[in-house]
């Protein structure tokens, strides 16, 4: 495990310890990213959990407390939740704070953050593709960005330097990089990971009781991220529905032609349909996430 010779950051604030935030909490203690890492959340006690686990460093149940502390505080939380954390974190950092978040939207958290922190304070968006679909600190790995990719959506004000020093802290943690602008990264999660949420729970629902004692390897594994908590799903679809139900119509166009296939008994279009499915998920497969990103 490769390590920085010096912190890139003296204290590091994670908002929301959960499974991701307890993740980049305890990657940045084991690769000596940040010199002392500060868990903040509602719950005092999970959070002295967490301490005697090792996952911080401290605790703190006070925001603005912490924020006045750091240099860069990351935003584990629903989506829901980032905009109004993020404006009450921001009224007490000094300048030169950078702040940043987690979540699997990024155009509605950008565009409301876009000038709403004080100067100096900057916003730069985050989306580290890892994650189970199990909570809470105790699945935290040190490892879970092993790998992975992490996309970052500046917009036209973000400062270059700031950049960078994001695009620094996420590579620290074994992430690979991406850049792109806050559309086009709700455009393309949509694709990769609300549809297939979507698919997922919907395809659950089909099941009738009376076959529940038969759903083996092929019904679980295309069902897993049916499992992911519905406090932090429903907010993200909710804040990318346009591109979600672009991606479903999609979907449902592709189920379609399945169907007039089998009403035609058409073993050649069946044949060309799998074959373009296999293709891809052959292509892609290997790099598939861990995580209900």
Known sequence: MSQPHEPLFDTLTVVGVGLLGGSVALAAKQRNIARHVI??????????????????DEFETDLRAAAARSQLLIFALPVDCIVASV????????????????????????????????????????????????????HARGDLFDGRVCVVTPVESSPSEEISRLTEFWSALGLTMMSM???????????TSHVPHVVASALARTLADENRSLAASGFADT???AAGDSDVWIPILLQNADEVIRGVD??????????????????????????RGQEIREQCGARGSRAPE
């Open 39 to 56: 868990g903040v959340g509602r719950n005092a006690k999970r959070l002295r959990e967490a301490q005697a686990a090792g996952i911080v």
């Open 87 to 138: 404006r009450d974190a921001a009224v007490g950092c000094r300048s030169g704070t950078m702040l940043t978040d987690v979540g699997s939207t990024k155009s509605q958290i950008a565009r409301e953050l876009s000038s709403a922190l004080p100067v100096g304070v900057t916003f730069i968006g985050s989306h580290p593709l890892a994650g189970s679909e199990k909570a809470g600190w105790e």
């Open 223 to 225: 069902t897993r991220i």
């Open 181 to 191: 602008t806050p559309e086009a990264h709700d455009h393309a999660v949509a694709q």
């Open 250 to 275: 999609a979907f449902a166009d592709q189920v379609a032609a399945f169907r007039e296939a089998l009403i035609r008994r058409d073993v050649s279009a069946l044949a060309e349909l799998w074959a």
